[in-house]
């Protein structure tokens, strides 16, 4: 175990290098799905935030924020452009989560929605007084020329204690060790998305989804990339009545459902106006059934959103109860995997 003294030492080491060089370009290490509770010495827990992943790229002058595609987000979040200040850095790459919070302080995507996608500065500003957003970091990729990504969990995170200095800005994740299950009991009681196992003595592997950390969900939701979508009645005739989704299952795409229900007015249209650009004549993947569904627009496999669901079905596996919880347009296609699940028989 590495003392304060090793991690002073290695940061006074890299002050004093003739040529400190620039980090290259970074994609997050993703968790795999489907964990399930429970205690181990030699794991940590933590949080699972619900806000959008950002790579903190970090100068003595500036911060960069970028989104797990790569996108320049710091415009949008002006109050997180300075943060490095916090940080003693000459350079450096941090990984974290941007996220915002309700009127009871609870951290809350649904919140933070009102601050995605924004372009307008005057529009960026107003709303940055109503709604100021918050950087939670948890792992440290890159720093003062050197890679880190090699080094354990837990010295990567020693090393972010260490350069890291928390305001209402910046804040450092919170983990437990080893006690899992309770972390669970307490993130649920919090009304919180779940938790993230990590284990101990594991590198970071940039772009990559391993098992060394494991998500535990407190509710069954699922990434979905949207097929197409069926005509809508009533009040629903000039938008739609609901998204076809699909997920990739051992690398396939496959319809796994619908949704027509957890819409406002305002997000059908939303939704509508993301998906025409897509349209196209017959369904993107190779599925009888979905081809014969009556009245359905299909579209190229580009949006995607996340559904709630009761559980899935295990000769179809199709999603039963689903219900549209929002758009991701932080994630790509590809990120939505169907995840291992409760499974029943129909």
């Not at 509770?37 to 959008?52: C, Q, R, S, T, Y």
């Not at 960069?64 to 996108?71: A, D, I, K, P, W």
């Not at 080893?178 to 919090?190: I, R």
């Not at 407190?218 to 997920?247: H, K, M, N, W």
């Amino acid at each position: 175990m590495k003392t304060r003294t090793d991690w002073l030492a290695f940061l006074a080491s890299n002050q004093t290098a003739p040529l400190i060089a620039s980090p290259p370009r970074f994609t997050p290490m993703l968790a795999e799905g489907g964990g399930q509770p429970f205690d181990d010495p030699a794991w940590w827990f933590e949080p699972k935030l619900d806000g959008i992943r950002c790579l903190a790229e970090m100068t003595t002058a500036e911060t960069v924020l970028r989104s797990r595609t790569g996108r320049d987000m710091t415009a949008q979040y002006p109050e997180l452009h300075m943060v490095q200040e916090l940080v003693d850095q000459v350079n450096a790459v941090i990984d974290g989560e941007i996220v915002a919070f309700d009127a009871s302080g609870r951290n809350s995507f649904e919140t933070l929605q009102q601050r995605m996608n924004l372009a307008n500065p005057r529009q960026i500003e107003r709303m940055r007084a109503q709604i100021p957003v918050a950087l939670v970091v948890f792992d440290l990729l890159w720093l003062d020329g050197r890679d880190t990504t090699g080094l354990t969990l837990e010295d990567r995170r020693e090393l972010l204690r260490l350069v890291v200095e928390q305001d209402d800005r910046l804040q450092l994740v919170t983990w437990v060790e080893g006690e899992g299950n309770a972390l669970v009991a307490a993130a649920q009681t919090q009304g919180l998305e779940g938790v993230v196992a990590k284990r101990l003595g594991s590198p970071y592997l940039p772009g990559r989804r391993t098992d060394a950390w494991r998500k535990i969900k407190l509710r069954d939701t699922q990434d979905c990339v949207i097929l197409g979508y069926t005509p809508g009645e009533r009040g629903r005739s000039a938008t739609f009545g609901a998204v076809l989704v699909g997920a990739y299952d051992g690398g396939t795409l496959r319809w796994i459902g619908q949704a027509g229900s957890g819409f406002t007015d305002q997000m059908l249209t939303t939704v509508l106006d993301q998906l025409r650009p897509f349209v196209r004549s017959t369904p993107a993947i190779d599925d009888p059934e979905l081809a014969r569904v009556k009245g359905a627009v299909f579209v190229e496999p580009e949006v995607v959103c996340e559904i709630e669901y009761a559980e899935i079905t295990k000769g179809t596996k199709k999603m039963r109860a689903p219900v549209f919880k929002r758009l991701r347009t932080d994630k790509l296609p590809e990120d939505c995997v169907l995840e291992p699940v409760r499974e029943v028989s129909r």
